[in-house]
C-alpha cells in the first residue's frame, strides 16, 4: 500500500493503520463488483486488471462512465451517508485489488481527525473526477440523442 500513489505522504504508522482495513479480492471478467444502490461497504485499488463504472439511463440502455485499471482507485459511496452505490461497477477482464472496509476505514477517521481529514481530500479528487466524467458521458449521450 504504501507504494501507492493515493497514500503519498502518509507517514509508516498511517499506512499501517489503514492496512488494518484491506483485503486482497479478485473479479472474474463480467462479475459485477457492486450494484447500484446496493449497501456501499468497501472501495478498491486495482492492483491489476480493469472495471467499468457504469449506469444505465432509460432508453439509452448502460452507459460506461469511466473504465478504471491498474494503479487506480474507484468506490466513494463508502464515505458519503446513506453509504448506497451510485452506480455499477464491473470488471471487464481478470481484476485482482486490494478491497478497502469502508467501515473500518471510517471508524478509524472518526478516531483520528488527522487522517480523517487526508483521506477525505484525496477521496475529494475521486469525486471530483468521477463528476467530469459522468457530465462528460451525459453530453455525449444526450448530445448525440438530441441530433437523431
Known amino acids: ?7 503519498k505522504g502518509l507517514n509508516q504508522g498511517q499506512i499501517a493503520l489503514l492496512t488494518g482495513c484491506a483485503s486482497n479480492v479478485v473479479f472474474k471478467p463480467g ?12 472501495f478498491y485499488f486495482i492492483r491489476e486488471g480493469k472495471v467499468q463504472v457504469e449506469t444505465h439511463i432509460p432508453q439509452k440502455g448502460t452507459v ?5 485499471s ?7 459511496s ?21 478491497a478497502m472496509d469502508g467501515k473500518c476505514l471510517r471508524t478509524k477517521c472518526e478516531d483520528d481527525h488527522h487522517i480523517g481529514y487526508e483521506i477525505m481530500k484525496r477521496f475529494l479528487l475521486v ?7 459522468t457530465r462528460l458521458q451525459l453530453m455525449d449521450v444526450y448530445g448525440h440523442g438530441s441530433n437523431s
Request: glycine letters at 6%; aromatic letters at 16%.
Open 78 to 98: 463508502w464515505l458519503v451517508p446513506p453509504y448506497r452505490w451510485h452506480f455499477d461497477a464491473r470488471a471487464v477482464e481478470l481484476t485482482r485489488a486490494l
Open 70 to 76: 491498474g494503479g487506480e482507485v474507484f468506490g466513494w
Open 127 to 133: 469525486i471530483a473526477e468521477r463528476l467530469e466524467a
Open 64 to 68: 460506461t462512465i469511466q473504465t478504471r
Open 1 to 7: 500500500m504504501s507504494e501507492h500513489p493515493f497514500f
Open 31 to 42: 462479475q459485477f463488483v457492486f450494484r447500484e444502490g446496493e449497501p456501499a461497504d468497501h
